[in-house]
Structures are given as structure tokens and as C-alpha cells.
């Protein structure tokens, strides 16, 4: 995930850094950090997109919109889907 594509996809779900922050569960200034890849900055962590996938999951359900969510987040929806249309074993 690249600073740029965070920022795509707050700005496609029309979300200020606060807002988008707190849905990460970050604050604003750690946020803005990681979407201006600052090189001072620690940077992008894995517990960072898995907040970002969540997030994106949470947008695309809660606004109807299958676009807000990574696609990495939509692959792993389908395979659950399927798995759940098949039933137990």
C-alpha cells in the first residue's frame, strides 16, 4: 500500500485525515504521518493495513460502495462468501 493509494481512497470516501484516522483507530498527526510517507516517520507497519483493510471494509459496507473496499479486502470477501454458500462439510 503506497502513500498514494491511502489517500485515494479517503479522498474517493470524501473523509477528512481526522476522520479517517480515528476509523483506523490512529491519531490525526500519525494519520497524516503515514499518508505524506514522511521519511522521519516509522513507517507503514503491517498493523497500519491491517487498520487501512479494515477501514476500507467498514466504508464499502456502511456507504454500499464495493469500490472503498482494497482489493485485497474484496478477494478475501469472496472467498468467504463462497465458503459460507457451501455450507459445512
Known amino acids: 500500500m ?3 493509494q491511502m489517500k ?3 479522498e474517493r470516501a470524501k473523509l477528512t ?3 479517517m484516522a480515528a476509523i483506523m483507530g490512529l491519531g490525526k ?4 504521518d503515514l499518508e505524506a510517507d514522511d521519511p ?3 513507517k507503514f507497519k503491517p498493523r497500519h493495513l491491517l ?4 477501514a476500507s471494509m467498514k466504508l464499502a459496507l456502511e ?3 464495493i469500490n472503498l473496499a482494497l482489493p485485497a479486502v474484496r ?4 472467498d468467504l462468501a463462497r465458503l459460507i454458500s457451501a455450507g459445512p462439510d
Do not use: C, I
Not at 478477494?75 to 469472496?78: N, S
Open 2 to 4: 503506497s502513500a498514494k
Open 8 to 10: 485515494d481512497l479517503r
Open 17 to 19: 485525515q481526522t476522520e
Open 29 to 32: 498527526t500519525a494519520y497524516a
Open 40 to 42: 522521519d516517520w516509522k
Open 51 to 54: 487498520a487501512l483493510e479494515r
Open 63 to 65: 456507504r454500499n460502495d
Open 75 to 78: 478477494r478475501d470477501a469472496l
